[in-house]
């Protein structure tokens, strides 16, 4: 299973970034998938997360009204949208997968079975 997180960089204060997060080596429409991200000093958290099939999501309070998450199961890919950027969402922005077995998204990264390598974002002030 390979789970390839792209889309990271450098912007400034209130610009935008979309990431993707590619699967392979799964049967992408039987997970759920979820964004974490882990600034410097700080433990990893839970950003926003997507069922199987693209009907519910979840999203962290900070993020709430900024970023949004999508997925499309013909590509076998989640995106991660992100606007209004602050200075506060620099970090390595991971996903994840979760095989779903009913249950409702995960806001523990202790709850996803595969995860990717993580892309950098970092916001300037």
């Known amino acids: 299973v390979q789970l390839q997180a792209s889309g990271g960089g450098l912007v400034q204060a209130g610009g935008s970034l979309r990431l993707s997060c590619a699967a392979s080596?799964?049967?992408?429409?039987?997970?759920?998938m979820g964004w974490f991200r882990q600034a410097p000093g700080k433990e990893r958290a839970f950003v926003a997360g997507i069922t199987w099939s693209g009907r519910s999501t979840d999203y962290a309070d900070s993020v709430k009204g900024r970023f949004t998450i999508s997925r499309d199961n013909n590509k076998n890919t989640v995106y991660l949208q992100m606007n209004i950027l602050t200075p506060e969402d620099t970090a390595v922005y991971s996903c994840?997968?979760?095989?779903?077995?009913?249950?409702?998204?995960?806001?523990?990264?202790?709850?996803?079975?595969?995860w990717g390598q993580g892309t950098q974002v970092t916001v300037s002030s």
């Open positions: 080596g799964l049967t992408f429409s039987s997970f759920h």
């Open positions: 994840a997968a979760d095989r779903d077995r009913g249950q409702r998204i995960g806001l523990s990264g202790g709850q996803y079975e595969y």
